[in-house]
T-cell receptor
Framework: NAGVTQTPKFQVLKTGQSMTLQCAQDMNHNSMYWYRQDPGMGLRLIYYSASEGTTDKGEVPNGYNVSRLNKREFSLRLESAAPSQTSVYFC?????????????FGPGTRLTVT | KNQVEQSPQSLIILEGKNCTLQCNYTVSPFSNLRWYKQDTGRGPVSLTIMTFSENTKSNGRYTATLDADTKQSSLHITASQLSDSASYICVVRLLLNTDKLIFGTGTRLQVFP
């Protein structure tokens, strides 16, 4: 099992460019998440998907869109990148939402917007 | 305001020594508390999870404690190894919100030979 995979691992964008971060999990989990991690701050939730076909905003959704393509895949799109979106992005998945369910994280995508 | 604060921010110890990391939280209502280990350039990996009624949980050389009355948790690492060099993140889940996790900023541990 690969667990949670993310592509790309690194990306440099110019202000105003768009891109999509890809995430896939092979654990048959229902719930998936996108976080960003910035220096000196804890991880912050951008969007999540409780189950296939549903998505909801997290703490910092502005400037992002998501698509739950199927049960395995959850993508994050930046329509018009801004320097404030320079960050490390983590995708995670869990069997179900909430409770004691563990969240399993991918290796991250390091994004720089110039 | 729901917050998770960790101390120290960074810590350097020699291989074989023990250490204790602290976590104070003001999250309410509380559901559970987790400790994650994050190696440089990798995603966080869960070490332990504790609910209100659990005051200690072990995972190998890692032992987490929870005092729900004082809203404090600690992570004790015994006989440290070079591979313990990482950031350790304390995370608290809110009881009411379906999937709201409050993340601390982490303690950066470096273990030297």
């Amino acid at each position: 099992n690969a667990g949670v995979t993310q592509t790309p691992k690194f990306q440099v964008l110019k202000t105003g460019q768009s891109m999509t971060l890809q995430c896939a999990q092979d654990m048959n989990h229902n719930s998936m998440y996108w976080y960003r991690q910035d220096p000196g701050m804890g991880l912050r939730l951008i969007y999540y998907s409780a189950s296939e076909g549903t998505t909801d905003k997290g703490e910092v959704p502005n400037g992002y869109n998501v698509s739950r393509l199927n049960k395995r895949e959850f993508s994050l799109r930046l329509e018009s990148a801004a320097p404030s979106q320079t960050s490390v992005y983590f995708c995670a998945s869990s069997p179900l939402l909430g409770g004691r369910y563990e969240q399993y994280f991918g290796p991250g995508t390091r994004l720089t917007v110039t | 305001k729901n917050q998770v604060e960790q101390s120290p921010q960074s810590l350097i110890i020699l291989e074989g020594k023990n250490c204790t990391l602290q976590c104070n939280y003001t999250v309410s209502p509380f559901s559970n508390l987790r400790w994650y280990k994050q190696d440089t350039g990798r995603g966080p990996v869960s070490l332990t999870i504790m609910t209100f009624s659990e005051n200690t949980k072990s995972n190998g050389r890692y032992t987490a404690t929870l005092d729900a009355d004082t809203k404090q948790s600690s992570l004790h690492i015994t006989a440290s190894q070079l591979s313990d060099s990482a950031s350790y993140i304390c995370v608290v889940r809110l009881l009411l919100n379906t999937d709201k996790l409050i993340f601390g900023t982490g303690t950066r541990l470096q273990v030297f030979p």
